[in-house]
């Protein structure tokens, strides 16, 4: 059963905090992220998303992929501002 995945993102002292983290997802399942501020998010290796490595914006959705192996961990990149913080805590691992 496919189910939505709604990831809070925040800023604390240059970290972008995902919530929640890890978030747990199989294939099919929709993820989106949402925030107080406009940002992008970014996978810059491998993706786990049909619709590829990003940006992702504010409450876009994306669809999780068939493939990887359980317990395969993606950490994205988040973007506000034009900037990149250097750290990011929020990583999507297949369950």
Known sequence: MTALKAIEVTEKDGVHICNPNPTMVTPGD????????????FFPDETPFVEGRGP??????????????????FTPQIQRGGTFLRETKGDIIFS
Do not use: I, Q
């Open 30 to 41: 929709t993820v989106s992220w949402v925030g107080p501020e406009p940002f992008l998010v």
């Open 56 to 73: 992702f914006g504010n409450a876009e959705k994306a669809t999780v992929k068939k493939g990887p192996p359980s317990g395969t961990k």
